[in-house]
């Protein structure tokens, strides 16, 4: 529903209804990913860019094998060895990042 620069969602998780505000001209557009309500997030993430990832340095990532008999689970970024590691201690070189794996800032929906 649409309603003077407001667009009025509903929570797929709670139901209840919230704002997404918009500014027309240039303006900002302010968007939630999480509902203001009940705090759970609205839409799947999309993967991180490489630049995004190499922003995360020391910081959890969710990752994502694309051969599926890879991990899948969060990894920690480290940006000196140029890697994504696991808690194993196993890793993806991030070389092969977009080719053999894929980093999101939280869990994807399972399909």
């Given at each position: 529903m649409e309603a003077k620069g407001r667009t009025i969602m509903?929570?797929?998780y709670c139901?209840?209804?919230y704002g997404i505000y918009h500014k027309r001209n240039g303006y900002m557009l302010i968007e939630h990913n999480?509902?203001?309500m009940c705090g759970k997030p609205l839409?799947?993430?999309e993967p991180l860019?490489?630049?995004e990832?190499?922003?995360r340095d020391g910081k959890p990532v969710y990752c994502v094998g694309l051969d599926n008999n890879c991990?899948?689970?969060w990894c920690l970024v480290n940006i000196c060895e140029k890697k994504v590691v696991d808690s194993e201690g196993d890793y993806w070189e991030m070389v092969k990042y977009?080719?053999?794996f894929v980093c999101y800032d939280r869990e994807p929906k399972e399909d």
């Open positions: 509903s929570c797929e139901n209840k209804e999480f509902c203001p839409k799947d993430p860019t490489l630049e990832l190499k922003e991990f899948n689970g977009g080719k053999l």
